[in-house]
């Protein structure tokens, strides 16, 4: 067998789960373990020539051995360190050889804790002692070797032994090592092959080949190893099915997961988790709610992957009310303190627009991440407080947590949506310089949106000529987006014409245009977006907005007349509308709504119809927040934040970008959104 020459690069010092973490402190470690675990061999452990069944499995005081006994329940356990102290305990002993029952265990702790040196040298002692042959023993090997990326000394032990070309298990263990190791075309050949040999396939072999599909471009095979499967009778193992269902959401097939998932005829956690998991990984939020309630009404407690997956579902509808009994549950179960839990009550809370409980949740964190970190800054630049962002930014980075790309888009946003352009730019310089960080299509994104917002137009686009990968449609959006804000036809024109080679069927593109003609009075330019649309036969996403009120969500569509009180509210938009005529500021110059309404054949704004509604149905003083599928518009946003004014109540809007908090006539965003 031929050493490992790469093993001291792949070394470290051990954290919390003892894997490595520093290669250079990983090497001494790795030396220690050898030295301290692996005492040389005592001379009196003899090989032993091994034919058909080892002799260890014919041997009932091998099994029975105090020390194997120990070490397997230690492995068992995840007491690997434990296990290898107790290996080295045995051999020092002198009493009892290592057998055929001793070294899978022992090799299970190495792959565990990632030590291939010390699984090397445990492959010595194999040798040694003549348990090569040992089919349980070369399994073992050839899955520490793969678990401890050593995949090409698995396959030479693999090929090597005319053993393990004839067991099922030395198949799995490589097929499963292959994937492991991202060499999913290897274990595609290796799993043929074994057909070929004529080797029975078991639910192992499945678990270990199917984690291989992991995207669009595995979905034929995938469907193929389903049908695979199914022909022999694999499938009513749970742990396949459930390995099938993570598969198709993986490969973002989501309709045929669920029609698996509706199709198993027993459903465990692990069902439940994929399912959820793939629904909110995918967008579709109003399944996840819908799977949570089918959940309770069978009497299924929720774990924490479940849970973790409503509560996004949550934060991404502004569900409040399903999101305060899930932090509920989660307070009167034994999940308070897992931290993943606490980060996605963070989000919900923050998103929700309670940023007050999100931040009382942060605080009492006794071991703040950098996923932690990343949801309060996110929270608190999606409300506007860009200062409090920065300083948590800056507070984060002084605790000695090392930022990454998604907590820099955080506060780049942040910045963006404050108007804090001096701090985005040095935060963007600090990225590279500081910490490594490649800038992505998101990062540039939002400099585009935080120089643009600010007027330095000609900046942005000069940052959008000088990215090294080819900008998309988001950032070619984003300068649109600040085109609008400051009425720079010409710019916009260049950045429409290059967003939609990207993005032809996105709607909001084409309506932003031709609201910039109206504004400018240009009726041929309306026209031609107008052609271009009708060519396309593109229709605008209706807007919609909702309010909670006594547990029940009420939905408004744009022009809404469907609601049992539609009189009542239009009578009152009648009634504020004539209010806020009459306040300093307030000038009936509606050219983007009447815009919308045009192209759409529309009527009132959705979000003004929640407020009505609110205003009719909650008491004085009490706040009222309206959640909107779409971006306010300027008209929209004066509107609401006269009313706020004229009625002294607090509104607080999520669009599709961000929270505004009305109070007073004025908004959080200080127009700046």
Same mark, same amino acid.
Not at 63 to 87: F, I
Not at 212 to 225: A, D, L, N, R, W
Not at 330 to 355: H, P, Y
Not at 539 to 561: I, N
């Given at each position: 067998?031929?050493?490992?020459?790469?093993?001291?690069?792949?070394?470290?010092?051990?954290?919390?789960?003892?894997?490595?973490?520093?290669?250079?402190?990983?090497?001494?470690?790795?030396?220690? +373990?050898?030295?301290?675990?692996?005492?040389?061999?005592?001379?009196?452990?003899?090989?032993?020539?091994?034919?058909?069944?080892?002799?260890?499995?014919?041997?009932? $005081?091998?099994?029975?051995?105090?020390?194997?006994?120990?070490?397997?329940?230690?492995?068992?356990?995840?007491? @690997?360190?434990?296990?290898? /102290?107790?290996?080295?305990?045995?051999?020092?002993?002198?009493?009892?050889?290592?057998?055929?029952?001793?070294?899978?265990?022992?090799?299970?702790?190495?792959?565990?804790?990632?030590?291939?040196?010390?699984?090397?040298?445990?492959?010595?002692?194999?040798?040694?002692?003549?348990?090569?042959?040992?089919?349980?023993?070369?399994? %073992?090997?050839?899955?520490?070797?793969?678990?401890?990326?050593?995949?090409?000394?698995?396959?030479?032990?693999?090929?090597?032994?005319?053993?393990?070309?004839?067991?099922?298990?030395?198949?799995?263990?490589?097929?499963?090592?292959?994937?492991?190791?991202?060499?999913?075309?290897?274990?595609?050949?290796?799993?043929?092959?074994?057909?070929?040999?004529?080797?029975?396939?078991?639910?192992?072999?499945?678990?270990?080949?199917?984690?291989?599909?992991?995207?669009?471009?595995?979905?034929?095979?995938?469907?193929?190893?389903?049908?695979?499967?199914?022909?022999?009778?694999?499938?009513?193992?749970?742990?396949?099915?459930?390995?099938?269902?993570?598969? =198709? *959401?993986?490969?973002?097939?989501?309709?045929?997961?669920?029609?698996?998932?509706?199709?198993?005829?027993?459903?465990?956690?692990?069902?439940?988790?994929?399912?959820?998991?793939?629904?909110?990984?995918?967008?579709?939020?109003?399944?996840?709610?819908?799977?949570?309630?089918?959940?309770?009404?069978?009497?299924?407690?929720?774990?924490? *992957?479940?849970?973790?997956?409503?509560?996004?579902?949550?934060?991404?509808?502004? $569900?409040?009310?399903?999101?305060?009994?899930?932090?509920?549950?989660?307070?009167?179960?034994?999940?308070?303190?897992?931290?993943?839990?606490?980060?996605?009550?963070?989000?919900?809370?923050?998103?929700?627009?309670?940023? %007050?409980?999100?931040?009382?949740?942060?605080?009492?964190?006794?071991?703040?991440?950098?996923?932690?970190?990343? %949801?309060?800054?996110?929270? @608190?630049?999606?409300?506007?407080? &860009?200062?409090?962002?920065?300083?948590?930014?800056?507070?984060?980075?002084?605790?000695?947590?090392?930022?990454?790309? $998604?907590?820099?888009?955080?506060?780049?946003?942040?910045?963006?949506? $404050?108007?804090?352009?001096?701090?985005?730019?040095?935060?963007?310089?600090?990225? !590279?310089?500081? =910490?490594?960080?490649?800038?992505?299509?998101?990062?540039?994104?939002?400099?585009?949106?935080?120089?643009?917002?600010?007027?330095?137009?000609?900046?942005?686009?000069?940052?959008?000529?000088?990215?090294?990968?080819?900008?998309?449609?988001?950032?070619? &959006?984003?300068?649109?987006?600040?085109?609008? +804000?400051?009425?720079?036809?010409?710019?916009?024109?260049?950045?429409?014409?290059?967003?939609?080679?990207?993005?032809?069927?996105?709607?909001?593109? @084409?309506?932003?245009?031709?609201?910039?003609?109206?504004? %400018?009075?240009?009726?041929?330019?309306?026209?031609?977006?107008?052609?271009?649309?009708?060519?396309?036969?593109?229709?605008?996403?209706?807007?919609?907005?909702?309010? !909670?009120?006594?547990?029940?969500?009420?939905?408004?569509?744009?022009?809404?007349?469907?609601?049992?009180?539609? #009189?009542?509210?239009?009578?009152?938009?009648?009634?504020?509308?004539?209010?806020?005529?009459?306040?300093?500021?307030?000038?009936?110059?509606?050219? #983007?709504?009447?815009?919308?309404?045009?192209?759409?054949?529309?009527?009132?704004?959705?979000?003004?119809?929640?407020?009505?509604?609110?205003?009719?149905?909650?008491?004085?003083?009490?706040?009222?927040?309206?959640?909107?599928?779409?971006?306010?518009?300027?008209?929209? /946003?004066?509107?609401?934040?006269?009313?706020?004014?004229?009625?002294?109540?607090?509104?607080?809007?999520?669009?599709?970008?961000?929270?505004?908090?009305?109070?007073?006539?004025?908004?959080?965003?200080?127009?700046?959104?």
């Amino acid at each position: 067998m031929a050493e490992e020459t790469t093993a001291e690069g792949d070394e470290s010092t051990t954290n919390a789960t003892g894997k490595p973490s520093s290669p250079v402190v990983g090497f001494f470690y790795q030396q220690k +373990i050898i030295g301290f675990v692996f005492s040389p061999i005592p001379s009196n452990f003899h090989r032993r020539e091994r034919v058909g069944t080892p002799k260890s499995y014919t041997n009932a $005081a091998s099994s029975t051995n105090p020390w194997n006994t120990q070490l397997r329940d230690l492995a068992k356990q995840g007491h @690997y360190h434990q296990a290898l /102290h107790l290996y080295r305990s045995l051999l020092r002993s002198g009493s009892s050889p290592p057998t055929a029952f001793t070294f899978p265990f022992a090799l299970k702790s190495c792959a565990a804790l990632y030590l291939p040196l010390s699984g090397q040298q445990l492959h010595s002692h194999v040798v040694k002692t003549g348990c090569q042959s040992d089919p349980f023993v070369l399994t %073992a090997l050839i899955s520490m070797y793969c678990k401890c990326r050593s995949v090409e000394n698995a396959r030479k032990l693999f090929d090597e032994s005319p053993l393990s070309r004839t067991l099922t298990v030395c198949y799995n263990a490589l097929i499963a090592g292959y994937t492991y190791n991202s060499g999913f075309l290897d274990a595609i050949t290796l799993f043929c092959r074994m057909r070929e040999v004529g080797l029975w396939v078991n639910d192992v072999t499945m678990l270990g080949l199917v984690p291989g599909c992991t995207g669009p471009m595995h979905m034929c095979f995938g469907m193929s190893v389903h049908g695979f499967i199914v022909k022999y009778g694999l499938d009513t193992d749970l742990a396949v099915a459930n390995c099938l269902l993570t598969m =198709y *959401v993986r490969c973002g097939s989501i309709e045929l997961a669920r029609n698996l998932f509706d199709d198993m005829p027993e459903k465990g956690m692990i069902t439940w988790n994929a399912m959820i998991s793939g629904y909110a990984q995918n967008g579709f939020a109003t399944q996840v709610l819908e799977l949570y309630h089918e959940m309770e009404s069978l009497g299924i407690c929720p774990d924490p *992957v479940a849970l973790v997956g409503v509560l996004s579902s949550c934060a991404n509808l502004g $569900a409040r009310k399903v999101g305060l009994k899930v932090e509920q549950q989660t307070e009167s179960s034994r999940f308070g303190f897992n931290v993943f839990l606490k980060n996605a009550l963070i989000n919900m809370n923050a998103r929700c627009g309670n940023l %007050a409980r999100a931040r009382s949740i942060f605080d009492e964190m006794p071991e703040k991440t950098l996923v932690s970190w990343t %949801a309060i800054i996110g929270g @608190y630049g999606m409300h506007g407080q &860009g200062e409090i962002a920065v300083e948590l930014f800056d507070k984060m980075i002084k605790t000695g947590i090392k930022p990454d790309g $998604a907590v820099f888009v955080s506060i780049l946003s942040a910045c963006s949506h $404050a108007g804090l352009t001096g701090k985005g730019l040095g935060y963007f310089t600090l990225m !590279e310089r500081n =910490y490594g960080l490649q800038a992505g299509l998101e990062h540039y994104s939002c400099m585009v949106d935080l120089l643009g917002r600010a007027g330095r137009l000609a900046e942005a686009h000069g940052l959008i000529e000088s990215m090294p990968v080819e900008p998309d449609g988001v950032v070619w &959006g984003a300068l649109l987006g600040a085109c609008k +804000i400051h009425g720079n036809i010409e710019l916009a024109e260049l950045a429409f014409n290059r967003v939609i080679a990207f993005e032809p069927w996105n709607i909001g593109f @084409y309506v932003l245009m031709s609201n910039m003609y109206t504004e %400018a009075k240009d009726t041929e330019g309306v026209r031609r977006v107008r052609v271009m649309m009708r060519e396309r036969k593109l229709k605008k996403d209706p807007g919609c907005s909702y309010v !909670e009120y006594k547990g029940r969500t009420h939905l408004f569509m744009v022009g809404d007349r469907s609601h049992p009180q539609t #009189e009542e509210m239009y009578r009152m938009l009648d009634r504020l509308e004539g209010l806020v005529k009459e306040l300093d500021g307030y000038e009936k110059t509606d050219p #983007e709504r009447r815009n919308e309404e045009l192209v759409n054949g529309v009527g009132v704004h959705s979000e003004r119809l929640a407020i009505s509604f609110g205003l009719l149905n909650t008491g004085l003083g009490m706040e009222i927040l309206v959640i909107k599928n779409l971006r306010i518009c300027g008209d929209c /946003h004066l509107f609401i934040k006269l009313v706020s004014k004229v009625v002294d109540r607090r509104f607080v809007v999520r669009d599709a970008t961000r929270f505004h908090h009305f109070k007073d006539g004025a908004c959080s965003c200080n127009d700046f959104w």
